[in-house]
């Protein structure tokens, strides 16, 4: 597992969720697999992690939603008692409404089930949701419906937020759209865990990061602090088409066996990674490839979490 | 707590009223099946038994035989003429028509088909009807019961209203709840401080709402169009019928307490639904039925309720008079609604 980042014991305050080995499973599935790990206040962490990975699974605990096999949450230091539905906001991935209420009667509605709640006029507005208040909501479309949502996780004025794929097929304007209406939430000082398949997702929003894959942690922290800890320079990618000479370095073992970078052949191109730009492209120069359609970028998550995981995020 | 049990209700209200359709059917079905049954049972007379006639083809045209002509005519038969014989038989075998019988042979001619009930009852009215009554006048003497006369309308009423609230409460909450886990509405309330308690008395009694808006509909409607008439009081008439509604809906609770198949629901509730409508009583009676169904019968809080008011409705009983009906519909739902309460779930773990 990847070494924790030292943001985690910077914050001085008693985290607001203690994940102790929390062990899910269901038969002979494990879905969750001796995990922990602490939510600090005022951050916002993600999980994140492929299909199946035990990402909902393990929010689902936290919840209270699901019980574990065994392990332990706590909340603010002590079990989770009655207190902690007041103080929390939740967004399933997948949540129907009552049927026939309009987006104003269905936040109304989640708003009268708490002791303490935010005004009606504040939830609309920071989740702008004024144009379609008096829409069925089994009429909204999949961005309002997740706006509305959002609402409803907001309405008690929660401490702490858990959001499961809240941004999960939605078009790129709704998802962005989403992205703004966290980010506010986030500025105010709430704490958010959040699930989501997008890397860029995670990127803007998270301060810190855990990849779950088989129900396992398998690295934690801040993600420039991953991308730094894992570096491994930069991806060079060569279009297909561009490489026509004979003989291809691409054939050569000399070239694709190289102990300075790794060659991954794509559908369309072929990208390699290397710390020794100058070297690859050097050796490029010499198989007399032109390098006109190159293109070089810097590693993200994407590429951190195919290294670490060996699966293809979205 | 009042405050979210009163949210639930009238969230649970507004979807109720506003889907019009569920709305709709649940107020015109037992109205239609009220309006239905008063109409084809008004008239006592309807013919009940069939009866093929055929002429002997080689005496035909020459019959009139009298006694027969006055048997034509007798109200619990319906004739129907026959060409050829042959067809009348093709009907007989399958149990279109109750008996077969040559108006021209002499003696009469008659044939019944032995696997059919009604057939064998055919039989007797017609070798009755060749008799002279008369001949038994001094065996027998022919009274008539006193008292108010009993339509069928309003017997069957007070089980039409106990059939409504059977198929309203197990579809209308049963289903409903099996949808909505299914869907993750429960879920969703789950992550609520909504407790279990509060979500399901406030189901409860926004289905008795639901109810006894659809009883006021159709009693009104009712009374006014059949000239019904409750003997009994109509408070103990409502009263009782509110004890069934809790009975009946907290069945429907026990029954979706955990599944999430919406299939499966559905498979449930129609394989309790169907015996427990065709033994409570509610189109018929069980007078005469062996004891072991009577006694089966006993187990289907429906029987207790259709029985209940009825006896109001029709015999003037006040609730004194039923501590039986009362005590079992009562027992009932303390199991149904612990035992709901008990197995209930959220949704799938």
Partial sequence: ?314 | MIKRFWTIFIARNKEFFRDRASFGWNLIFPFILIGGFSFIFQNEANPTYKFGLIHDPQIKGVSSNHTFSSFETLPMIESIPFDHQEDAFDRLQHHKIDIVVNVDATPFKYWINQSSPNGKIAEIIFLNHLVNPTEFQNMATKNTVQGREIRYVDWVFPGIISMNLMFSSLFGVGFVIVRYRKNGVLKRFKATPLSPFEYITAQIFSRLFVLLFNLSCIMALCFWLFDLHCVGRYLDFILFYILGCFCIISLGFLLAARTCSEEFANGIINLITWPIMLLSEIWFSLEGAPQWIKTLALCFPLSHVTDGLRRIFNEGDGLLDLPFQIGMLFMMTLVFLSLGVFLFKWGED
């Avoid at chain 1, 702008?128 to 419906?145: A, M, T, V, Y």
């Avoid at chain 1, 991308?227 to 320079?233: A, P, R, S, V, Y």
Wanted: aromatic share 8%.
């Fill in chain 1, 1 to 314: 597992m990847a070494k924790t980042n030292p943001i985690w014991t910077q914050m001085n305050s008693k985290p607001i969720i203690e994940v102790k080995e929390l062990v899910k499973t269901y038969q002979t599935i494990v879905a969750v697999n001796c995990i922990s790990f602490d939510v600090p206040h005022n951050i916002c962490l993600g999980l994140l992690g492929p299909n199946g990975a035990g990402k909902t699974t393990t929010i689902e605990i936290i919840e209270g939603i699901l019980r574990p096999t065994s392990g332990d949450v706590l909340y603010k230091g002590a079990k989770r008692t009655k207190k902690f539905r007041e103080e929390i906001g939740i967004q399933f991935q997948s949540t129907e409404l009552l049927s026939f209420l309009t987006v104003r009667e269905s936040l109304i509605t989640f708003k009268n089930l708490y002791q303490r709640s935010l005004p009606l006029d504040y939830l609309i507005d920071i989740c702008r949701l004024e144009d379609i208040l008096n829409q069925d909501n089994r009429k909204l479309s999949g961005g309002q419906k997740q706006r509305l949502l959002l609402a409803i996780a907001l309405a008690n004025d929660p401490e702490l937020i858990i959001l499961d794929e809240p941004t999960t097929g939605l078009d790129p304007q709704s998802r962005r759209y989403l992205w703004d209406i966290i980010s506010n939430i986030k500025s105010q000082g709430k704490t958010i865990i959040l699930t989501t398949h997008y890397m860029e997702e995670a990127q803007i929003l998270c301060d810190d990061i855990i990849i779950m894959d088989k129900g396992s942690i398998i690295a934690q922290g801040a993600p420039n602090f991953l991308l730094n800890e894992q570096n491994q320079g930069v991806t060079i990618s060569l279009p297909k088409s561009s490489v026509t000479n004979s003989p291809s370095p691409f054939v050569d073992p000399s070239f694709i066996d190289h102990p300075k970078w790794k060659v991954f052949v794509k559908p369309n191109s072929y990208d390699i990674q290397t710390l020794y730009v100058n070297d690859c492209l050097n050796a490029l120069l010499q198989f007399n490839i032109p390098l006109a359609q190159m293109t070089m970028r810097s590693q993200n998550l994407e590429d951190l979490f195919i290294k670490l995981t060996g699966n293809k995020l979205q």
